[in-house]
C-alpha cells in the first residue's frame, strides 16, 4: 500500500513562496492521481490542486489558480506544490493525496473513497 509523505513546509511572510513536497518511498507515485488538501483552524479540508497520472493535466481551486503550480519529477518519484504570491487566508496544514480513481479535471472530494493514502500533513504559516 502507497504512503505519501509531506514536507517543506514553514513560516513565510505574505507575499513569499514556499514549496511542498509529496514523496511515496518504495513505490510509483505515477500510477496515482496527486491531489493537495488544506484545513485551516475551524474549518472543513479543502480542494487545493491535482495532477494527473502523468502529470500532463492539471486542476487548481479558484483561490489558488495562478498563484500555486502542482508538478511531478518522475526520476525522483516526487510531486510539488510550488505556492507563490502567498496570503495569509493561506495558513493551513497541507495534505497530500494519493488517489486511485479516474481524472475528473475539476474539484476533488477530500472525503472520496477513491483516496488510498494521506500524509501525516505540513504546517504553511503566511504572516501579513
Known amino acids: 500500500q502507497v504512503q505519501v509523505v509531506e514536507s517543506g513546509g514553514g513560516l513565510v511572510q505574505a507575499g513569499g513562496s514556499l514549496r511542498l513536497s509529496c514523496a511515496a518511498p518504495g513505490r510509483a507515485l505515477a500510477v496515482y492521481i496527486i491531489e493537495w488538501f488544506r484545513q485551516a483552524p475551524g474549518k472543513e479540508r479543502e480542494f487545493v490542486a491535482a495532477?494527473?497520472?502523468?502529470?500532463?493535466?492539471?486542476s487548481y481551486s479558484d483561490s489558488v489558480k495562478d498563484r500555486f503550480t502542482i508538478s511531478r519529477d518522475a526520476l525522483k518519484n516526487t510531486v510539488y506544490l510550488q505556492m507563490d504570491s502567498l496570503k495569509p487566508e493561506d495558513t493551513a496544514v497541507y495534505y497530500c493525496?494519493?488517489?486511485?480513481?479516474?481524472?475528473?479535471?475539476?474539484?476533488?472530494?477530500?472525503?472520496?473513497?477513491?483516496?488510498?493514502?494521506w500524509g501525516q500533513g505540513t504546517q504553511v504559516t503566511v504572516s501579513s
Open positions: 495532477s494527473s497520472r502523468m502529470g500532463g493535466r492539471t
Open positions: 493525496a494519493a488517489d486511485d480513481g479516474p481524472w475528473s479535471g475539476g474539484w476533488y472530494d477530500p472525503a472520496s473513497t477513491t483516496i488510498v493514502s
